[in-house]
């Protein structure tokens, strides 16, 4: 049995039974927001490969342990709700980054918000 239903309520079937159900698909557009691609490289170290529309960087990255030093900042600031130090360390850390609005954490403004506990530590995930 094959079915194929299109956008413009056509049915063929190329079984004896027939269907008359069918979906009407309208495109009316992207949403807000919303893209037709997705970029991945964030470097201006952008070059080219052999196909026209796939191209490579060269990223920063960071050896393990400087990795756990950054991770530890992070979980030092997310563990004391202080969302300006993570924005900092987000400025310091990962190139291109650029706050888009003004920091307005409401949790951290709130006077009855507890500190978390510390996460656990950054190298029991290296070893997973």
Same mark, same amino acid.
């Given at each position: 049995?094959?079915?194929?239903?299109?956008?413009?309520?056509?049915?063929?079937?190329?079984?004896?039974?027939?269907?008359?159900?069918?979906?009407?698909?309208?495109?009316?557009?992207?949403?807000?927001?919303? $893209?037709?691609?997705?970029?991945?490289?964030?470097?201006?170290?952008?070059?080219?490969? %052999?196909?026209? $529309?796939?191209?490579?960087?060269? !990223? *920063?990255?960071?050896?393990?342990? !400087?990795? !756990?030093?950054?991770? #530890? @900042? &992070?979980?030092?600031?997310?563990?004391?709700?202080?969302?300006?130090? *993570?924005?900092?360390?987000? $400025? @310091?850390?990962?190139?291109? &980054?650029?706050? @888009?609005? %003004?920091? =307005?954490?409401?949790?951290? =403004?709130?006077?009855? *918000? #507890?500190?978390?506990?510390?996460?656990?530590?950054?190298?029991?995930?290296?070893? $997973?």
């Amino acid at each position: 049995n094959t079915n194929t239903n299109t956008n413009t309520n056509t049915n063929t079937n190329t079984n004896t039974n027939t269907n008359t159900n069918t979906i009407t698909i309208h495109y009316t557009g992207l949403r807000d927001g919303e $893209k037709l691609y997705e970029e991945l490289l964030i470097g201006d170290n952008v070059q080219g490969t %052999a196909h026209h $529309k796939i191209m490579t960087a060269d !990223e *920063v990255s960071y050896p393990w342990p !400087e990795m !756990e030093r950054i991770l #530890k @900042q &992070f979980q030092m600031a997310l563990a004391e709700r202080n969302s300006d130090k *993570v924005r900092e360390l987000l $400025k @310091q850390y990962v190139v291109g &980054f650029t706050p @888009q609005c %003004a920091n =307005e954490d409401l949790m951290a =403004e709130s006077a009855r *918000v #507890k500190p978390l506990r510390p996460l656990d530590d950054v190298v029991s995930i290296r070893k $997973k």
